[in-house]
């Protein structure tokens, strides 16, 4: 067996590249250990067990999406932006390979580097929707029917085996344009 330097950042990019081919929910320390052609028991140092692993690629693949969304809606504002974000979320994009098992949040949501990414996330869908919505409250629930909206389609895209992509991208957008009309007033 080579000698191999390991950190954080090779750990995680090698979860990824197994969550990128076939789920979050193949990460394990194992595959991970042989996908680097290590001992599992180097892992350790890393990641506590295989959940705490699949939770910090799920925060790296948030994380990412973040920054991906922030150079991506430079510039926009208001509706515009919501519905560009919303779109990235739900369907990727040519040159942005997106997690596709954004339904496991709420099963990672307690994960401390989970939590941390996907606020980031709930503050960016804030910020866009601060310009229309005064009320704090009101604020917080638009927030969180976006968030809703966006993360059930996404699930609900992506375990779909069937079905014209066109009309359901279609589908979706007319209905993001009626409920950003109805929360932006």
Known sequence: MKK???NDDLVINAALEIASKSGFKDVTITKVAKTLDIQPQSMYRYAE???DLRGKAMAKSLQNLL???????????????????????VFGNQ?????????????????????????GLYSLITQLLKSSIENENDLRR?????IDLV??????????????????????????DRVLALIMG
């Open 142 to 146: 638009a927030t969180q029917l976006l």
């Open 95 to 119: 040159d942005q390979q997106l997690i596709n098992d954004l339904g496991l949040l709420s099963e990672y949501r307690e994960h401390p580097a989970v939590a941390e990414a996907f606020q």
């Open 4 to 6: 191999r330097i390991l």
């Open 67 to 89: 920054a991906y969304l922030y150079q991506h809606l430079m510039g926009e504002t208001g509706q515009t932006a919501l519905k560009k974000l919303a779109m990235i979320i």
């Open 49 to 51: 067990n295989s959940d």
């Open 151 to 176: 993360l059930g389609e996404n699930i609900s895209v992506h375990s779909q085996s069937a079905g014209n992509l066109q009309t359901i991208k279609e589908d979706f957008e007319t209905n993001l």
